[in-house]
């Protein structure tokens, strides 16, 4: 088995694209076939290299990898259509000299009013035929003037012509409403469903799984691989993705393209997994998969014919259990660009093991957090500022928080590191001093995180009383108990 994933580099890749490579790159990897990247780059105007950068490093921090491709090469290549060109004019010239093929000589002007007439009779445009029976002498006679002409395929007109989709069964098509199509543009430029006919053949792609835009171009594909004498591959078409309001997903429903969910801060993995229960479900109705997993499970033939709602929603919850999974120490790795970006820590300088190992404790504090990886500044904020729900403030003015205040401001004036172990044995004692219950636990959390609920005040003492958190390099220092006490006291006004 030989898929492939033939993008074309006019913009940043779509997620909609992507899914398709990844059911491609799944069928491949579970039947032990091979996978391959080509970069459908005809369209001169729009093509840019650095979007076909772009899309390979995406695309390798997806974890999808080719065996063949534009940047590592292969023994099929070259794997760009621009480099492909006289490739396209050979097997162009073979269908001219089988006379299943010919050149048309129709202006831009002619075909747009034969288009305007058929619409007007309310039948579909198709070509009308008009240059199919030039003789070989007109042709050249025109040729040697200088004029221009396409190449037009020679549509059979078969009214009952199926073939076996396999997502979607046996589909059926009147071929004499095709009408005669381009293969090869005025401007030397091959047509897409010739070009990828060409490529697809000479590079022995056995299965074509894409979008079910291309279901009408199936035909007029398969036409020509009969005409070379060629085993057409078998075809699947997927349902388009689709946005909460049921239109094709797009930039007006949020994040759509593969960079911007990596700029998130989304895990490849999670992303994976999501996009691959896009219109088809595993078995075993897990949800969480790896991608042993789904390598394992995919099965083309229950893919749904039905359009897949793009759900932000349950992709963070994807990407939240993923995360949940991973060492503290892997997702301090992973979020450094984004500590870097808000400026905890400094570009490009490497963590002491002292920093290392502070910051890993605090991800293990807020990890369960975390819906992405861009989330974790947020919620160290925690730790490096004391940012009170000004709700919460009066309560600190009360009578009855006193004792607290006075006692708070007894034991932990100092700048020394104050543990857990000695915090608890603070708790202790204030309990011996008659502040407990109400008086205690709820006034200590909002002084100390200016919140009325979250992390373990222990767990939350034992980093900022470290002595590690003395000295931590960070461009942003924690802020440590006194300096917490202090501010809770100016913002309360006490």
Same mark, same amino acid.
């Given at each position: ?321 993923? &995360?949940?999974?991973? !060492?503290?120490?892997?997702? *301090?790795? /992973?979020?450094?660009?984004? @500590?870097?970006?808000? %400026?905890? +820590? ?116 034992? &980093?900022?009383?470290? !002595?590690?958190?003395?000295? *931590?390099? /960070?461009?942003?220092?924690? @802020?440590?108990?006194? %300096?917490? +006490? ?9």
């Amino acid at each position: 088995m030989r898929v492939r994933f033939a993008p074309s580099p006019t913009g940043y890749v779509h997620v909609g694209n992507v899914r398709t490579a990844l059911f491609n790159y799944l069928l491949a990897r579970q039947r032990g076939g091979l996978f391959l990247l080509r970069i459908e780059d005809t369209d001169v105007e729009r093509s840019r290299k650095s979007y076909e950068e772009g899309l390979i490093e995406d695309m390798k921090w997806l974890g999808v990898k080719w065996e063949e491709g534009p940047d590592i090469g292969g023994p099929l290549g070259p794997y760009r259509q621009s480099e492909r060109s006289e490739l396209y004019r050979e097997y162009v010239d073979l269908l001219l000299e089988k006379k299943m093929a010919y050149h048309c000589f129709c202006t831009p002007e002619t075909l747009e009013r034969e288009r305007e007439e058929a619409l007007a009779k309310g039948e579909t445009p198709r070509y009308s035929g008009r240059c199919r029976n030039l003789t070989p002498e007109e042709v050249k006679e025109r040729l040697d003037r200088g004029e221009e002409s396409a190449v037009r395929f020679k549509m059979p007109d078969d009214k009952d012509f199926h073939y076996p989709d396999l997502v979607r069964g046996d589909l059926l098509f009147d071929l004499s409403l095709f009408g005669d199509f381009v293969i090869l543009r005025s401007n030397g430029q091959p047509a897409y469903n010739y070009a990828v006919v060409i490529d697809d053949h000479l590079m022995g792609v056995t299965d074509v799984i894409r979008g079910e835009d291309h279901i009408s171009n199936t035909p007029k594909q398969i036409k020509l691989y009969e005409a070379f004498g060629w085993t057409p591959p078998r075809f699947g078409h997927l349902a388009l993705v689709l946005g909460q309001d049921g239109s094709p997903l797009s930039k007006r429903h949020g994040a759509t393209s593969l960079n911007q969910f990596r700029a998130l801060g989304y895990l490849p993995e999670a992303l994976v997994n999501y996009l691959a229960l896009l219109g088809w479900a595993p078995p075993e109705g897990e949800e969480i998969l790896s991608w042993e997993e789904l390598i394992r499970l995919f099965d083309i033939s229950k893919v749904s014919k039905s359009g897949a709602t793009f759900d932000y929603q349950k992709l963070n919850w994807i990407n939240r259990k993923h &995360l949940s999974q991973l !060492p503290s120490e892997q997702v *301090l790795s /992973l979020a450094l660009p984004f @500590l870097e970006e808000a %400026e905890y +820590i400094e570009k490009g300088r490497k963590l002491s093991p002292d920093e290392q190992k502070w910051l890993v404790q605090a991800v293990e504090i807020v990890k369960a957090n975390l819906v992405t990886l861009a989330d974790l500044p947020k919620e160290l904020e925690l730790f490096f500022q004391y940012r009170p729900d000004e709700a919460l403030l009066p309560e600190l003015r009360e009578e009855a928080v006193s004792p607290l205040w006075n006692f708070l401001e007894e034991k932990f004036s100092g700048d020394s590191p104050i543990t857990a172990q000695e915090f608890i044995s603070f708790l202790q004692e204030a309990k011996g001093k008659g502040i407990k219950g109400k008086a205690l636990f709820h006034p200590l959390r909002v002084i100390l995180t200016g919140c009325g609920s979250g992390v373990e005040l222990d767990k939350l003492i034992n &980093l900022l009383g470290a !002595p590690e958190a003395f000295n *931590l390099g /960070l461009k942003r220092r924690p @802020l440590l108990l006194k %300096e917490r +006490i202090q501010e809770a006291k100016g913002r309360a006004g006490r």
